[in-house]
């Protein structure tokens, strides 16, 4: 088998890396030798640097949408990213750059694209984020995860792919979730996710009803962190700030999910086949991407879906009631999706490009 070079990056976020952690045992075993490019501070340095994958830090400016003063310095930052980024990639001469997104990534293609070596990026959510529109033009394929995504790139480069998903994710264990919570199968599971960073409308209206939560169910609560409540000591009650080994047994034992609509861990929660309940962040403070994935999987039969503009204890006592009732009709749909974990697929695509 002949050897090659990858260099991946994205950062931001955790959704912009954990995806590349499910394609790195893929590219191992088709020859390439992994390293990666993020920031110094960001949150990808520890995930990856926890793999034993070589890590280069280059510098960054975070891209915005809306003003503020870093607006007026952080570009200069990008730039001197690109230099770096440019100068690393020269040095290593990888075989092809894999991008996951996140302002890291801006440079670190671009950077690619000056040393003649192809990039292949990812998108997650349905409309590229600021960050992949940047980086369209030079790159040589994007992968997406929604068929509607195609219609918002140039036919010769956009792939239908799917998201990857990680392959320990898929082997949970329900009994070793239940007896890491110590819940016992009286009463159903349900799992409360707020995403990497948590949720505090999420977490304000799950606490809000608790006690009448808990008289039917049994509650996971990733709430984030520095989000733990220690005034709740109800039994039945688990509450986690972040959950990283245990994840694949905690979904595993979850009858039902909460949770924000994050391109990743809607595709997450379909793979697995637990029914949900999304509540996308709101255009207040996004792009408006997790509403658009949101009602995807809604239009798709595999979600229900609560808008953060409508939520009230009414609302998602009832939401969640009827997602519980009606669970064998969501997982019907989601067995029914013809949907694959992306990992081949995506690296067909990386393949393809090699030179």
Known sequence: MKNYKIIMTGGGSAGHVTPNLALIPKLKENGFDVQYIGTENGI???????????????????LRRYFDVKN?????????????AKSIIKREKPDVVFSKGGFVSVPVV?????NGVPVVSHESDMTPGLANKISLPYCSKICVTFPETLQHINKDKGVLTGTPIRKELLEGSRIKGMRFCGFDKSRPILLIIGGSLGSKVINDA????????????????ICGKG?????????????????SDELPDLLACADIVVSRAG???????????????????????SRGDQILNANSFKNRGFSVVLEEEE??????????????LNRGKFIAKMNDSGIENAVDKIVDVIMSQVK
């Open 44 to 62: 990808e340095k520890k995930i990856i640097m926890d793999q034993n994958i070589k890590y280069h830090a280059i510098s960054s400016g975070k």
């Open 110 to 114: 671009m950077g690619a694209f000056f």
């Open 311 to 324: 939520l009230t204890e009414e609302k998602l006592m009832s939401y969640i009631e009827e997602l519980y």
């Open 206 to 221: 799950i606490r809000k009803n608790i006690n009448q939560i808990l008289e039917k169910y049994q509650v996971i609560h």
């Open 72 to 84: 007026f310095t952080d570009p200069f930052k990008v730039i001197k990213g690109i230099f770096e």
């Open 263 to 285: 391109a990743n861990v809607i595709y997450e929660l379909l793979a697995l086949k637990k029914p949900n309940l999304l509540i996308p962040l709101s255009r207040k403070s």
């Open 227 to 243: 989000n733990l409540d220690s005034s709740i000591t109800s039994e039945g009650y688990r509450q986690f700030e972040y959950i």
